[in-house]
């Protein structure tokens, strides 16, 4: 595929990476989280390096286990219902050096006098959840709203390195990219490094369009709700699915224009209503367009006026886990929102292929730290809080959906699988 770019042009991650585990009070469901969603931190702490991303190919083109390391302690708590005691034998010899201390250490013996010693293989879950998560692989749906025209499309493509919200049926590389009409959901299956993600972009009209905006974030959130709705009326199914499909929204990429001004009322009124259904990540989309000193005043100004309007973005400060977390969201929240740059276009940068925007005065690189924010926000949204994105999704927002829905019904009762819809993916 000619549009990888290899891992060593790929610059590190600028955000901290952050514990895949969510800092929310977790509701005390009796339905499991989703999946290899929760538990399955390993893909999500995976070193920046570990990119190659070949979309839909099935070359593994790095060996996997990378991610070990990240995960040890987090995810312990969550998944241990899901290991078999007998894998620890299998995946011994991959315990984490650092963890295995905990074992092998055995000799200094607790107070009650226990004379037991020597290695008992905990530590081994971490590698028996990412054989797991790779068998099974795991959802991410990912929405883009914004009006048209503003890089939507070319962002997510430059995020997964393909043309992943292009593909949509009927429509190829070269023709005219066809403008959204409806809320479009498209899913493509990436494999890295043996793990693999099933992808689905929700394309969403162009927000704001019309000359009338008056209410149009109301299909954006009946399409958000729907979502939920499916999910809990195959969770109450008296023969549920052993894994349900997750269509529900982990992340709304929200595109504010470059203007330099301030926000429109309409972005406040759609984050404002929305905020409380589905993680929101303003981005400022554009931002070539802007001078140095025009962004960054630009960016001051929405974060301020975010602030004065309450608006609670991802990640939002009340789910921070611990001061650790705290301290991670805040370096991030402080970045925010994200001035980008996107391309699906390669170009030839002091001998290394780099995505980049050519322009008269010289090549904007998207994934170069000093020439925008595109980097930083891949690496959030995908290095290190992908797994985070999904809990909070299903811990907080999916949660309140439920329990509301559960009490203004007096309780769902039990649906036949007949009833449910299809799942769109
Ligand atoms: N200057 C600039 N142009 C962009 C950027 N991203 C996309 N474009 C261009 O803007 C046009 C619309 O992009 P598209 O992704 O289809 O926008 P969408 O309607 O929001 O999905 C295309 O010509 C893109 O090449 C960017 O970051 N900077
Ligand atoms: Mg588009």
Redesign the pocket.
Same mark, same amino acid.
């Given at each position: 595929m000619s549009d990888i770019v290899p891992p060593e042009v790929r610059p590190k991650p600028a955000v901290p990476a952050k514990p895949p585990n969510v800092g929310a009070p977790s509701p005390s469901s009796p339905f499991p989280p989703q999946g290899p969603g929760v538990g399955a931190g390993g893909i999500v702490a995976a070193p920046p390096s570990a990119i190659p991303v070949p979309i839909g190919s099935h070359g593994p083109s790095h060996p996997v286990g990378h991610s070990v390391g990240h995960s040890v302690g987090h995810n312990v708590g969550h998944s241990g219902g899901h290991a078999g005691g007998h894998a620890g034998g299998l995946a011994g010899g991959h315990a984490p050096a650092h963890s295995a201390g905990h074992g092998h250490g055995g000799s200094h013996s607790s107070g009650g006098g226990s004379t037991l010693l020597g290695y008992i293989g905990i530590d081994t879950i971490i590698e028996q959840m990412r054989k797991k998560t790779m068998k099974t692989g795991f959802d991410f749906n990912i929405m &883009?709203v *914004?009006?048209?025209?503003? #890089? $939507?499309?070319?962002?997510v493509n430059t995020l997964f390195k393909s043309q992943v919200?292009r593909k949509s049926a009927g429509w190829s590389r070269d023709e005219k990219?066809p403008?959204?009409v409806e809320i479009k959901s498209v899913s493509h299956v990436i494999e890295e490094g043996g793990v693999k993600m099933k992808l689905t972009v929700v %394309?969403t009209p #162009?927000f704001g369009d019309q000359i009338n905006n008056d209410n149009c974030w109301e299909p954006i959130s009946k399409y958000i709700n729907e979502q939920f709705e499916k999910f809990l009326k195959e969770e109450v199914n008296i023969t549920r699915k052993k894994r349900i499909p997750d269509t529900r929204v982990h992340c709304c990429l929200y595109?504010i224009p470059p203007t330099g001004h301030s926000l429109r009322q309409l972005d406040v009124e759609f984050m404002k209503r929305l905020s409380h259904s589905v993680n929101i990540i303003p981005v400022i989309? $554009?931002? %070539?367009?802007m001078t140095v000193e025009e962004r960054q005043e630009f960016k001051q100004r929405v974060r301020k006026e975010l602030e004065m309007n309450g608006i609670e973005f991802y990640p939002q400060k009340e789910f921070d886990d611990d001061i650790e977390d705290k301290s991670d969201n805040d370096k991030i929240r402080e970045m925010m929102p994200f001035a =980008? &740059? *996107?391309?699906d276009k390669e170009y030839q940068v002091n001998g290394k292929r780099v995505l980049g925007?050519k322009t008269p005065w010289g090549i904007i690189e =998207?994934e170069n730290p000093n020439h925008c924010e595109f980097a930083q926000l891949r690496d959030f949204l995908i290095r290190s809080h992908l797994q985070d994105l999904k809990e909070v999704t299903h811990n907080i927002h999916y949660e309140t959906y439920r329990a509301k829905r559960l009490n203004d019904n007096g309780g769902l009762h039990p649906i036949t699988s007949n009833d449910t819809q299809e799942s769109n993916l």
């Open positions: &883009v *914004g009006p048209s025209g503003l #890089g $939507k499309s070319t962002l919200s990219i403008k959204t %394309d #162009g595109f989309a $554009k931002s %070539d367009t =980008v &740059v *996107g391309s925007r =998207v």
